[in-house]
Structure formats: structure tokens, C-alpha cells
């Protein structure tokens, strides 16, 4: 889905059309959420999630405006250097035993 508004006005400021939202449900019963794929020039940017929805239909207009406004938050921002995902690391921080990057997966 696009982040133009349809046939409602969803609140927010409107979002360029490179980026896109794809909404989804993770979870069962009153752990259950969802949550949007925010896409630009179908690169993955961000993953928005809310909890509370009662239908994918609200899920998908609550989801919309929270795109929107996070989009034009990020446009917004001083864009400096590399902007790929990538490890932070602190200055003089020593690697520990959980850094190995298996992410709890047997060794």
C-alpha cells in the first residue's frame, strides 16, 4: 500500500510516493499485534507496530498515520555518511561473550 490517502483523510503530512507500507498480524490473543513494513524504493527503512486494534482495517489507518508521521520525521533529519543497517559500536567498548553474533543459537 502507498501512504497516499484514500478515500479518508488519515491525519498526518503525506508521504512520497517511493515509500510503501505493507501491514501484517504476529502474535495470538491478547499478545497479538501488528505491525507495517515501511519500504522506500522497496528497501526495507523501518518496522511501526501498534497493539489494541480490533480489525487489519484500523490496524492499516492507525499504522498509516504512524508511517507518516515517522516518515516525515526521518526526511527531515541531517542525513550524514553511510545510512546502511550496520553494528554500532562504542568507542574502547570491549567485545563481551553475548557480541558473537549468533544470537543465542548453539555454538
Known amino acids: 500500500m502507498n ?31 501488528y505491525f507495517a ?12 507496530a501498534i497493539v489494541g486494534a480490533k480489525c487489519k482495517e ?11 508521521l515517522w516518515i516525515a520525521e526521518y526526511l527531515a533529519r541531517p542525513q550524514t555518511g553511510i545510512t546502511d543497517i550496520d553494528t554500532l559500536e562504542r568507542p574502547g567498548a570491549r567485545p563481551s561473550a553475548s557480541d558473537s553474533g549468533t544470537f543465542g543459537a548453539a555454538e
Open 37 to 48: 513494513e515501511i519500504q522506500r524504493s522497496g528497501n526495507h527503512v523501518c518496522r511501526l
Open 3 to 33: 501512504l497516499y490517502p484514500f478515500d479518508e483523510d488519515l491525519g498526518g503530512p503525506l508521504a512520497p510516493a517511493d515509500w510503501t507500507m505493507s501491514v501484517g498480524l504476529e502474535g495470538q490473543g491478547e499478545s497479538a499485534f
Open 58 to 68: 484500523e490496524a492499516r489507518r492507525l499504522l498509516a498515520v504512524k508511517a507518516r
